[in-house]
T-cell receptor, first 117, second 114 residues
Framework: AQKVTQAQTEISVVEKEDVTLDCVYE???????LFWYKQPPSGELVFLIR??????QNEISGRYSWNFQKSTSSFNFTITASQVVDSAVYFC??????????????FGTGTRLKVLA | DAMVIQNPRYQVTQFGKPVTLSCSQT?????MYWYQQKSSQAPKLLFHYYDKDFNNEADTPDNFQSRRPNTSFCFLDIRSPGLGDAAMYLCATSSRDRGSYEQYFGPGTRLTVT
């Protein structure tokens, strides 16, 4: 079965600390996509990154970096030098192909990150 | 800017009183989704449209219906809201034909049932 596990329910850090959010997934598909979304208090889900199953290169975007390891079925997200504006709930998601020919997301339960000033 | 718009942002309805939530998009995407997100939970897909084809998730209650009159608009109808239907409802779009797998989400409508 398709599944995404975010074991960390809530993390609190002090501003400028680095923090890593864990994501472990299970899938029967050989081709799939993984995503990270940020959900601030306003409620909108903001797309952060997409990674396909054939691309295991790590990616860095400013203070954000992602570590995809197929061998351990993990797709972890690190924020360097965290800021108060990073406070949000972060969701990891896995694509699942639907019979319609499109796909849906399987979301993890999310990790609430609190960055304290 | 191209975007996904949801109206209203906050909706209060009475127990059993039908309510409609709306979603519009300027992205010209052919797929539109409705998710339900209850407090402190992950979003859960209710159904989606691929062009005009409606696709219901197996566990979506019959109380929830949807309409897509054209590419730009999609509606979520809750025929007889119960207290358990209080949630954030998120609309999302994607473009199946462009090979892109990202879904673009609207700001959500927070539904309260009294």
């Amino acid at each position: 079965a398709q599944k995404v596990t975010q074991a960390q329910t809530e993390i609190s850090v002090v501003e400028k600390e680095d923090v890593t959010l864990d994501c472990v997934y299970e899938t029967r598909d050989t081709t799939y996509y993984l995503f990270w979304y940020k959900q601030p208090p306003s409620g909108e889900l903001v797309f952060l990154i997409r990674r396909n199953s054939f691309d295991e290169q790590n990616e860095i975007s400013g203070r954000y970096s992602w570590n995809f390891q197929k061998s351990t079925s993990s797709f972890n997200f690190t924020i360097t030098a965290s800021q108060v504006v990073d406070s949000a709930v972060y969701f990891c998601a896995l694509s699942e192909v639907l019979t319609s020919g499109t796909y849906k997301y399987i979301f993890g339960t999310g990790t609430r990150l609190k960055v304290l000033a | 800017d191209a975007m996904v718009i949801q109206n209203p942002r906050y909706q209060v309805t009475q127990f059993g009183k039908p309510v409609t939530l709306s979603c519009s998009q300027t992205l010209n995407h052919n797929v539109m989704y409705w998710y339900q997100q209850k407090s402190s939970q992950a979003p859960k897909l209710l159904f989606h449209y691929y062009d005009k084809d409606f696709n219901n998730e197996a566990d979506t209650p019959d109380n929830f219906q949807s309409r897509r009159p054209n590419t730009s608009f999609c509606f979520l109808d809750i025929r007889s809201p119960g207290l358990g239907d209080a949630a954030m409802y998120l609309c999302a779009t994607s473009s199946r034909d462009r090979g892109s797998y990202e879904q673009y989400f609207g700001p959500g409508t927070r539904l309260t049932v009294t």
